[in-house]
């Protein structure tokens, strides 16, 4: 059982005053914190002690969190605002085997705590562990100059340290340690133990990652560092800098926002067949009570569902964006009468059944497109003129008075012809035309990006991640 250092333990405001800091940077993370999710932390607080850390940890979580995705950010910011300690390692000289002498190199240091840590991940001994922890950053972690210096780098401290390469050192350690258990338990031992090790070390590398934003918290703030130091949820990263696990994660959460934005469209789609109020047959009515309108007569309406078309630019960094929007579309299929999806990076080409037979597999949509589209010519950068030129010759009869189109894309031309008149021939078709740019708006029309010229022809929108996303279908798309 771990307790929370003794001076925050012994000060009840000082722990009303983190908590107060712990949810105001979960919010600023996009956690949807409320006020009643508060006053339960603080019961929680209030009926578990401070003398458990882990317990605190996990009322804590149980009390805020509503999605277990959300664990990614909220144990970091926890580890910042409750830390299990206060300045540099707690106890330094409990190992007999750290030699005191002056004089003994950095690089004997290091293998002398590589040693112990070998020791303490074939225990799993959790103590230990957090102790080399903080005794790693301590030791290797520390950049800049003079004893002063705030920085930390946890990046620094595991280069050195290199606990990734220990896994064959803990496994011979573990199984000199079994000999004596029969054929059968080594035989298990075998198949268990290397994913079991690199769990373990995955967690003391969270463990050194831990202490440093701690140390550098202490001195910088700790409200900056959980601001700056601490991963966003994957529904607020951006889809350009999204790595392969944001992306999976953001592939699984398709279909709760899916329900999502289908609910509001349907309730939009309810007040929208109200109509609006038909003045001239109000007033008639209202002949007959003396010229007051009573009894206000709507123009009933009778909305068609909508058509929509998706344009995707499925080239390069900007793949996980039109995959995921893909996805989300397909999901979202049974709120309009027709949807029709077709990919580019050079040329264009109709991919909706691919999408369809592929709902079971998401992750493997891009290789799926990419592999029996014909969206590439003999190179593969993108080219928005001739795709959108191929597009208005080919496949303009997609486009209708009832249709919504989405183009998607970062709108970088690599230097060729952005071919507006393409662009304004697909636009004076369609309903309404949208593009959903995944850049900062700041980057628009640098370099080889076209944005403000097709801006001035349809609509675009800055689309950076998913949250942006699904708030723009639910506002743009009309009912």
């Known amino acids: 059982m771990t307790a929370l250092p003794g001076p925050l333990a012994a000060d009840a405001e000082g722990v009303t005053g983190r908590l107060a800091g712990l949810v105001k940077a979960l919010r600023s993370h996009g956690l949807r914190i409320g006020p009643g999710e508060t006053v339960d932390a603080a019961a929680a607080l209030a009926a578990l002690g401070l003398t458990d850390r882990e317990r605190v940890r996990e009322g ?15 144990d970091p910011v926890f580890d910042l605002y409750f830390p299990l300690g206060v300045g540099g390692p707690v106890d330094r000289s409990a190992s007999a085997d750290r030699s005191t002498s002056q004089d003994r190199s950095a690089e004997a240091d290091r293998e002398a705590l590589r040693e112990r840590l070998v020791a303490a991940l074939a225990a799993d001994d959790r ?60 035989a298990f031992t075998d198949r268990l133990e290397p994913d079991e090790i690199r769990r373990r ?29 601490v991963e966003t ?18 592939r699984r959460a398709v279909h ?54 998706l344009l995707c630019d499925v080239s390069g960094s900007v793949a996980g964006f039109a995959n995921f929007t893909m996805l989300l579309v397909q999901a979202l299929h049974d709120q309009f009468s027709k949807v029709r999806v077709f990919a580019f990076v050079n040329r264009v080409d109709e991919v909706t059944g691919l999408l369809a037979r592929g709902s079971a597999d998401p992750a493997g949509l891009g290789a799926r497109i990419l592999g029996e589209a014909a969206v590439t010519d003999w190179h593969g950068s ?24 989405l183009v998607l894309g970062d709108a970088r031309t690599n230097m060729r012809d952005p071919n507006l008149p393409a662009l304004r021939q697909i636009a004076g078709r369609a309903r309404r035309v949208h593009w959903l740019n995944p850049e900062r708006r700041a980057q628009w029309s640098t370099g080889d990006s076209a944005a403000y010229a097709y801006a001035e022809l349809v609509e675009m929108h800055e689309c950076r991640n998913a949250r942006q996303l699904g708030e723009l279908i639910a506002r743009l798309l009309p009912v």
């Open 256 to 309: 709760p926002l899916a329900r999502k934005l289908a609910t509001r469209l349907a309730a939009r789609r309810r007040r929208a067949a109200h109509g609006t109020i038909d003045l001239r047959r109000t007033l008639r009515g209202s002949l007959s009570t003396g010229g007051v309108p009573m009894r206000p007569v709507l123009r009933r309406r009778r909305p068609a569902r909508l058509e929509l078309v």
């Open 382 to 405: 993108s080219d928005y003129g001739t795709s959108l030129g191929e597009f208005a010759e080919r496949h303009l009869d997609a486009v209708g008075p009832r249709t919504v189109v």
């Open 233 to 250: 949820t994957a529904d607020r990263l951006d889809f350009l800098v999204a790595g392969r696990a944001q992306l999976d994660e953001l």
């Open 60 to 74: 804590l979580a149980a009390a805020l969190l509503h999605q277990e995705s959300q664990r990614a950010v909220f």
């Open 127 to 186: 103590a230990l562990l957090g102790q080399l922890a903080r005794e790693a950053v301590d030791g290797f972690g520390r950049y800049g100059s003079g004893q002063g210096s705030d920085g930390w780098s946890s990046h620094q401290t595991l280069s050195r340290l290199r606990p990734e390469t220990l896994l064959a050192r803990v496994l011979a350690a573990l199984r000199a340690g079994s000999t004596g258990e029969g054929p059968g338990a080594a």
């Open 201 to 229: 070390i995955e967690g003391f590398r969270e463990r050194v990652r831990a202490e440093a934003r701690r140390r550098v918290a202490e001195r910088r703030g700790t409200e900056e560092v959980a601001r700056r130091a």
